[in-house]
């Protein structure tokens, strides 16, 4: 009975049908006295995944400083995940992420680092997830282990003149416009890829991020070159927004940065939200004025740095306008006008206003170039194809058309 239970009754009864095993996470027996006149039996099964179900998508290349290169996929099922690697097929590396003397596994989100690259080397990788069924302390189980093709990448080397970028921004999950742009630079060779922020915005929930995640990566290739992602503020609002941290590996682990691609030197800033963080529909869950103050003690280290004074050329990324927002909220200038006032940058690509504009040195008080990005609608859109050859440097932006908007020597 339900109140006072003294037999067994019930029983869940599994059968292994057409070779589809299944693991038995769980069962017990509730204390359940109302919905019925016995009580229920609740069991908690996994069915064995086939390996083509395991990989939600292909992998995507982040962070590739230092000497390393962080490959990221997510799974659909747990997995133990690693990347095999080497300079052919045949003679490959094992490489996995180990913390405290344990191996990460048991999730859905893989982030592994690939270290000691020879610089301007070809290298072949792929990634491996074998599906845990049951992860407990004395027992565990396992299925099967998907494989993923061979990718390549490159890793520059500090010598390294010669580069062709892509940058977006923007797109605000509109995937005819990402489709349209690219449309115009595909048949470009490039080496890298900037998203200059609003692109994966408002994220409600992960289901959402991850498949216009993996739409950006799928479109512009980043199983074979990096992606960076610059945070915007649309980026920072939503359910998902502080979840998709899981989902870059950030140079210095912080949406702030900078980075050598060759002889070339980039400077990542966060501009945080485009209202005070007193803002009602904040609802005091913000503090962006701490996170532009630590910019500053970054930003002041950065530009007297080794690496900033010997770099050939000097890019500035960031997602709201330093210079030529407008009458809107502005603390960014405040707080790093007088450090930029002088700093040696050949350009500054921003974004967030959804409108084209170029802002040549001094017309704002600005000491270098000022290149804005479009906005997500067909008729606004811009895609910034950022080239080094030797010393010379070049941005060229294009509209959804193919047209050319600008064509700017450095």
């Known amino acids: 009975p339900a109140f006072t ?22 069962a017990w027996v509730p204390e359940e006295a109302v919905a019925s006149d016995h009580r229920p039996v609740v069991t908690e099964v996994r069915l064995k995944a086939r390996p083509e179900e395991i990989f939600y998508a292909a992998p995507y290349l982040q ?35 180990i913390v405290d003397g344990q191996v ?32 407990q302390a004395y027992k565990k189980e396992f299925g099967e282990t998907a494989v993923s093709p061979f990718y390549t990448f490159k890793v520059p080397s500090a010598s390294q003149k010669d580069f062709t970028a892509l940058i977006f921004n923007d797109l605000h999950k509109h995937i005819p416009t990402l489709d349209a742009l690219y449309g115009q630079v595909r ?12 692109c994966i915005d408002d994220p409600a929930n992960e289901k959402e991020a991850l498949y216009h995640l993996a739409y950006l990566c ?30 870059f590996d950030y140079v210095g682990d912080k949406t702030y940065g900078a980075f050598n691609w060759g002889d070339t030197r980039f400077v990542m800033l966060d501009c945080g939200e485009d209202k005070p963080d007193s803002t009602w529909v904040y609802y005091g869950l ?22 900033f004074k010997q770099a050939s050329k000097r890019v500035l990324l960031n997602h709201i306008p330093i210079y030529g927002n407008g009458d809107a909220y502005e603390p960014c200038p405040e707080l790093w006008g007088s450090l930029l006032a002088k700093a040696p940058f050949n350009v500054n690509i921003s974004a967030h206003t959804h409108q084209y504009a170029f802002h040549p040195k001094d017309s704002l008080g600005n000491n270098f170039p000022v290149i804005v990005g479009g906005g997500y609608k067909l008729d606004s859109a811009t895609v910034m194809v950022l080239r080094k050859k030797g010393d010379e440097m070049s941005v060229r932006v294009l509209n959804a058309k193919g047209e050319t908007l600008l064509d700017l020597k450095l």
């Not at 133990?80 to 992420?97: P, Q």
């Not at 982030?111 to 069924?133: A, F, H, N, W």
Request: some cysteine; overall charge positive.
């Open 218 to 247: 799928g479109k512009v290739g980043a199983s074979h070159v990096p992606a960076f992602f610059l945070r915007g503020n649309h980026e920072i609002r939503n359910a998902y927004s502080i979840g998709l941290r899981a989902l």
């Open 63 to 97: 962070n590739p400083t230092e000497g390393g290169i962080t490959v990221m996929w997510q799974t659909r099922v747990p997995t133990y995940s690693w990347v095999e690697y080497g300079t052919d097929t045949l003679n490959l590396k094992k490489a996995r992420t």
């Open 187 to 198: 048949d470009i060779p490039y080496d890298f890829v900037v998203f200059n922020g609003d």
């Open 286 to 307: 913000n503090d962006f004025t701490g996170l532009r103050k630590d910019q500053v003690n970054f930003l002041s280290k950065e530009l007297s740095g080794k690496e």
């Open 5 to 26: 239970p003294d037999s067994c009754l019930d029983y869940i009864a599994g059968y292994v049908k057409n070779g589809q095993p299944f693991t038995r996470l769980s």
């Open 104 to 135: 990460i596994c048991n999730g859905l989100h893989n982030k592994i680092r690939l270290t000691d690259l020879r610089p301007g080397q070809t290298y072949y990788y792929r990634v491996c997830s074998q599906e845990i069924m049951l992860y």
